[in-house]
Structure formats: C-alpha cells, structure tokens
C-alpha cells in the first residue's frame, strides 16, 4: 500500500528526477522517481518514471510508464527491469 501511495504521489506531485521515499520496513522499501512528462492523444498525461525496490537482500531497479485516468489516479501500463546497454557491445 506504502509503494501504490508513493507512485501517486510522485507522478502527481514531482517534478523531474523527484524522488519519492516509502518504507514498510528496512527490509522492505523503495522510492520512485518520474523522469519525463508526455502528453498522448490516446493516454492523456503520461510520465516515464523510475523505481527502486529493496527487498531483503534483493535489489530492484525498474522503469515504466504511467497514464492519468480521468479519475486523477494513475495508472501503470508498462513497467519493466531496467537494463542497462553499453553502446557497440
């Protein structure tokens, strides 16, 4: 519950790069970040976000997207692991 509040709060409230802390416990904990704010005939506003999961000894870093619905909340129609590529390998 901790983790939905501080997406809606980040993708509503941050600008760029603000960072979102949440915490159920020091095992368990993350924070999220929006990186881009778009807007989609299709989707309305969207934003590119970033977000960092730690679960015990398990380290998460994902990104996504997210939507705003009509109803002010938003929603997550993509998220994946992020992978990092080096240029000519």
């Known amino acids: 519950m901790k983790r939905f509040a501080a997406l809606q709060y980040a993708m509503e409230h941050n600008v760029s790069g603000g960072v979102t802390v949440w915490e159920v416990s020091h095992a368990s904990r993350g924070s999220v970040a929006p990186l881009e704010t778009v807007f989609s005939r ?4 969207c934003r590119d ?6 679960d015990g ?11 705003r619905s009509p109803s002010s909340r938003w929603l997550v129609l993509d998220v994946r692991p992020f992978v990092e590529t080096v240029a000519g390998h």
């Open 42 to 45: 299709t989707d309305g506003w």
């Open 49 to 54: 976000y970033e977000e960092i999961i730690v």
């Open 57 to 67: 000894l398990r380290h998460y870093r994902l990104v996504g997207i997210a939507c």
